[in-house]
């Protein structure tokens, strides 16, 4: 085969037809040269389109009319061909009137660690309260010893920090406890976002204030109709806990609580407070509503786990997944399969991939930033066998599993329904261990999905009982 460099230069003897470029020519050239560039790299059937396609061989219509001015549009929009990658809600998660309700993330379109503002998943008990920030007040009160009540101009003058975190719901894949409920990842791990974030630690503050050192509690309460109260260790608060105004760049939007939200890195969504309005310290938590009537885990010898606040070590495949399938792919192809990996622990050291649910695993490789408490992004290359089969002729089936370096890994279903080093003969016999299958939060058993012998993809659930 000629070199790279020779089959560039020869190109050249086939574009000119009476002084002008033979289009049809160029690109049918062009389109071998593409195909024996890129032979080692990436399948041609990927890269190289037909050599008559219109789209290619005439001048689109946009390039021959005015585009609009600078004045259109001044916040800026997303283009009218992206109508697809919204966030979307359903009545099974939601109140008659979807003020009491969760709208999700498409993760599947996501790119990159990052959530853009308007697609940033959105969690509200009453409704999403529309603040006039010139109004708002935060109130920190009870064991400090300057009490004080803030204006937002006043709170933005304390010294500011940028981090970049997830937030998830703990209820993110609590419908699949007993089985998939949802052919779709959008619904499956919807329930989470990554932005970078811009505002104060609260730790901060408090060398102002002087915390009393019977405080061990602080109580985080909402200014909308819900009024969420949450408690929240003094351990915590005085680690990373952060008062945050700013998200990706810009100020907060209304559903993420504008003007100023409380962030808990790694912690369950419901924790971070939006709307916030008052910070109080205590010797003892306060049992509020939403941490007694709900975000609690009842387990099979009827007792309630409470007070368990970070998310654990989780994974999921992106793509291929039932909203981005392989029905274009075929035999033969090369195709990067790629997905999401976060840990409310600590950093992501390793992710796993299965192609057999999870009895076998090869190593992928992380991409990117791998900051902590933050989404991880992962991939492995992968050569589409006949038929969409496994080595051992049966359908694929990918599972992912990921790993933190505060030495977590992400378990199996039965292991996570069962309990860690518990028999499923044995199950019943030590009920304290174990989750069972009527729970709803903190889910993070591996998830698989299987591909058809058309590429379609389907959410199953792998179990050995």
Not at 110 to 130: C, D, K, Q, V, Y
Not at 139 to 161: D, F, H
Not at 290 to 304: Q, R, W
């Amino acid at each position: 085969m000629k070199s790279h460099k020779q089959i560039l230069k020869n190109s050249s003897d086939v574009i000119q037809t009476d002084g002008k470029i033979d289009r049809r020519a160029f690109f049918r050239k062009t389109g071998a040269i593409s195909a024996i560039a890129a032979a080692s790299v990436v399948a041609p059937s990927v890269l190289q389109a037909s050599q008559d396609d219109p789209n290619i061989m005439h001048h689109p219509q946009w390039g021959q009319i005015w585009g609009d001015p600078v004045s259109e549009n001044l916040y800026g929009l997303p283009s009218a061909y992206e109508h697809n990658n919204t966030r979307r809600y359903t009545k099974l998660l939601a109140s008659g009137n979807y003020r009491a309700a969760i709208a999700v993330t498409p993760i599947h379109e996501s790119e990159g660690i990052i959530t853009p503002n308007g697609l940033f998943f959105s969690r509200s008990h009453g409704g999403t309260a529309h603040i006039d920030p010139n109004k708002w007040r935060l109130m920190i009160n009870g064991l400090v010893e300057k009490p004080i009540v803030l204006t937002l101009e006043q709170l933005k003058r304390y010294p500011r920090v940028t981090r970049t975190h997830f937030i998830e719901c703990p209820a993110n894949g609590g419908q699949e406890w007993r089985r998939p409920q949802y052919n779709s990842l959008q619904f499956a791990k919807g329930f989470m976002s990554c932005a970078e974030w811009t505002g104060v630690y609260i730790k901060t503050i408090l060398k102002d204030l002087g915390l009393k050192p019977t405080a061990k509690w602080m109580l985080a309460e909402g200014s909308d109709n819900s009024e969420m109260g949450r408690s929240v260790p003094v351990e915590k608060v005085l680690d990373d806990a952060m008062l945050v105004w700013g998200q990706n760049g810009e100020a907060l939007r209304p559903e993420q609580g504008y003007p100023v939200r409380l962030l808990l890195p790694g912690w369950e969504g419901n924790l971070c407070v939006k709307w916030v309005k008052r910070l109080e310290f205590s010797d003892e938590p306060w049992y509020a509503k939403e941490e007694t009537s709900k975000y609690t885990a009842l387990k099979p010898n009827g007792k309630a786990v409470q007070h368990f606040y970070a998310n654990e070590v989780n994974s999921t495949v992106v793509i291929p997944s039932p909203e981005k399938p392989w029905t274009s792919i075929k035999e033969g192809d090369e195709v990067e399969i790629e997905g999401l990996a976060w840990s409310g622990m600590g950093t992501i050291t390793r992710v796993d991939l299965s192609f057999d649910g999870g009895n076998n695993y090869v190593k992928a490789n992380l991409k990117g930033l791998i900051l902590p408490k933050c989404w991880t992004r992962w991939s492995y290359m992968y050569t589409i066998p006949k038929g969409f089969k496994n080595k051992d002729g049966k359908q694929i089936i990918l599972t992912s599993r990921a790993m933190d370096d505060a030495g977590f890994v992400q378990p199996s279903v039965d292991q996570e329904i069962f309990g860690y080093g518990v028999a499923k003969e044995d199950y019943g016999k030590d009920k304290d261990k174990g989750m069972g299958v009527e729970s709803v939060y903190h889910r993070n058993a591996i998830e698989s999905w299987e591909v058809s012998e058309n590429g379609e993809v389907n959410h199953v659930q792998i179990r050995t009982i």
